[in-house]
């Protein structure tokens, strides 16, 4: 996999989309839906300000944060994201108590999906680097000198 993401782009756009994840239930109107579609975005959004504001890179703004765990936490709460609606039901519940389909999940797919994008494919992703070559294949040694 190649990266297309650069790591300062990334930044910015973590700090959007976390804070768009903070109002998404006033925005989309997800405060009638479930608990789960209200509590989940605000939760996830707060963590990654906390992890944007402590991350070590471009636009970390105290610098404590390893950069590749806050990539493989991204992949990690954006694919809980992306399944929540589905995990929780209200993916379903709004459907049968509209009679029609509202799309009311999607900003929760969408946003998710974005996060678990942005995890894998940023430049110095643990996603994206290679295994180590600093042993032999196979991690199999000589054994001429056992």
């Known amino acids: 996999m190649k990266p297309f993401i650069s790591t300062a782009v990334y930044g910015v756009l973590n700090y959007i989309i976390a804070l768009t994840l903070i109002a998404s239930p006033w925005l989309f109107d997800l405060r009638s839906i479930s608990s789960a579609a209200f509590f989940l975005p605000i939760y996830i959004g707060w963590l990654q300000l906390i992890m944007a504001i402590f991350t070590n890179n471009e636009t970390g703004f ?13 992949v990690v709460m954006g694919f809980i994201l992306l399944m929540s609606p589905f995990i929780y039901g209200f993916a379903f519940d709004s459907v049968r108590a509209a009679g029609v389909f509202k799309g009311v ?12 994008i942005m995890g894998l494919f940023t430049k110095k992703s643990p996603f994206t680097l290679g295994l180590p070559k600093t042993h032999a294949e196979g991690l199999i040694g000589s054994t001429d000198s056992i």
């Open 62 to 74: 105290i610098k404590q944060f390893p950069v590749r765990i806050h990539y493989t936490l991204d």
């Open 105 to 116: 999940f999607l900003p929760e797919v969408l946003l998710g999906g974005l996060l678990f």
